[in-house]
């Protein structure tokens, strides 16, 4: 028996890897699906979290980032009343894109809603254009954090607001496990990246919700003039 271990460790490995690589990007795939249906029950209380916490305003321009299978996307798009409020989600993944836009379908061909195919170090937006950014479960899979902070200070306008939202416990279950990266997943390495690319009052906190503690980092882009 004791000659079977060393076989069982390396399956272990071998599925932490393939669920890690799932939770980055997503593939239609028999294991894409059920992370797909993993985000959907997980991530709908962090999306709705995310959405109240960062206060959006009727006629907000707003951006979620790695919004997956568009459960945040909804929660938002309501908040949008006004004719000014429009909606961005991007997502790296295919097939979460393909997923949230048919959840948005109504959103997207009014014009309400934009969603972009797109890395988050490379979006196809204008300088200074959003009022608020949310994301749940996200940054732990950009390859270069700095990069991606950079890029999403580049887009927020002066004074906007971001709010990331995660269960820290989870996470830390996860990367002892292998599935989150361990150089990226640690909030510590996410808040300094922020800081160092512009971003002030940078802190994080604990939320509850619905029964449960999360954790909420804040973030404001700071931009001379």
């Given amino acids: 028996m004791g000659r079977c271990r060393p076989c069982i460790v390396y399956k272990l490995m071998m599925w932490a890897e393939i669920l890690g690589k799932q939770l980055c990007h997503p593939t239609r795939t028999v294991a894409g699906w059920l992370v797909s249906r993993f985000l959907k029950a997980y991530n709908n209380i962090l999306e709705e979290s995310a959405v109240q916490l960062c206060g959006i305003q009727p006629g907000d321009t707003v951006l979620e980032l790695g919004h ?5 996307l909804q929660w938002a798009a309501k908040l949008l009343t006004e004719p000014t409020g429009r909606l961005i989600g991007v997502d790296y993944s295919a097939y979460m894109h393909q997923m949230a836009s048919e959840r ?3 959103f997207v061909a009014s014009g309400k809603v934009t969603l972009h195919h797109c890395d988050i170090a490379a979006m196809p937006l204008a300088d200074s254009l959003v009022d608020k950014v949310f994301h749940c479960n996200c940054y732990y899979f950009w390859p270069d954090l700095r990069k991606g902070a950079t890029e999403i200070h580049r887009v927020m306008k002066p004074g906007g607001v971001m709010v990331t939202v995660l269960r820290l416990s989870s996470a830390a279950a996860l ?6 990266p361990a150089e990226n997943w640690c909030p ?3 808040m300094t990246a922020l800081r160092d690319t512009g971003f002030t009052d940078v802190r994080m906190e604990d939320k509850q919700h619905k029964h449960i503690t999360i954790q909420a980092i804040y973030a404001t882009a700071s931009k001379s003039d």
């Fill in 104 to 106: 948005l379908k109504e």
């Fill in 175 to 180: 990367a002892a496990k292998r599935v989150l």
């Fill in 188 to 190: 510590e390495a996410y």
């Fill in 68 to 72: 997956g299978p568009g459960l945040g």
